[in-house]
């Protein structure tokens, strides 16, 4: 399985900053998703990260609140912008194969105040 | 549209109990997988188990199984002699051809009590 490095592993943030998460995969992994996961609750998918062109967002998501990037097959990074305290949640990173699980970074863990 | 039901919110057992973890799913697509995650306090989520929708043989791995019937359409998980290390929170997905991503269930969150 793919090592899934993700940065920060956790922060603080003010109401109204934005944040960059990246990921970072040790080999080139064809799929790259980025979930939350809400204090308490399950994993919803926000977007996939497309090698080369603009992420596909899930309804609820939109590009202006989440931008995110994937310059190659083994970074991304997902930006959470003009953060509001309803932000704070784990952000996951995840990649995988068409037919396959997936796997997931250690998440990172955003608090906003 | 695919759905996952996990209809326990928590489960507690004590130390060397049997506990069975259930799964419902939805989908209408004939090939599809299904997975289920651990996730412990530490947040990780941890591999489990991949099946997909041919394969209706029932797996053990130690003290984990995984009953599949696609009849009712359920893939439940049983730990067989808990530990107090199996406490986490278990979440059971499906992965369908109109999707790429996985859609998760809510969820069951396993306290194990020594």
């Known amino acids: 399985s793919a090592v899934i490095s993700q940065k920060p592993s956790r922060d603080i943030c003010q109401r109204g900053t934005s944040l960059t998460i990246q990921c970072q995969v040790d080999s080139q992994v064809t799929m790259m998703f980025w979930y939350r996961q809400q204090p308490g609750q399950s994993l919803t998918l926000i977007a996939t990260?497309?090698?080369?062109?603009?992420?596909?967002?899930e309804s609820g998501f939109v590009i202006d609140k989440f931008p995110i990037s994937r310059p190659n097959l083994t970074f991304s990074t997902l930006t959470v912008s003009n953060m509001s305290p309803e932000d704070s949640s784990i952000y996951l990173c995840?990649?995988?194969?068409?037919?396959?699980?997936?796997?997931f970074g250690e998440g990172s863990r955003l608090t906003v105040l | 549209a695919q759905k996952v039901t996990q209809a326990q919110t928590e489960i507690s057992v004590v130390e060397k109990e049997d506990v069975t973890l259930d799964c419902v799913y939805e989908t209408r697509d004939t090939t599809y997988y299904l997975f289920w995650y651990k996730q412990p306090p530490s947040g990780e989520l941890v591999f489990l188990i991949r099946r997909n929708s041919f394969d209706e043989q029932n797996e053990i791995s130690g003290r984990y199984s995984w009953n599949f019937q696609k009849s009712t359409s359920s893939f439940n998980f049983t730990i067989t002699a808990s530990q107090v290390v199996d406490s986490a929170v278990y979440f059971c997905?499906?992965?369908?051809?109109?999707?790429?991503?996985?859609?998760f269930g809510s969820g069951t969150r396993l306290q194990v009590q020594p």
């Open positions: 995840s990649v995988g194969e068409n037919t396959g699980e997936l796997f």
């Open positions: 997905a499906l992965k369908d051809t109109g999707r790429r991503a996985l859609t």
């Open positions: 990260a497309n090698q080369g062109s603009e992420a596909t967002y």
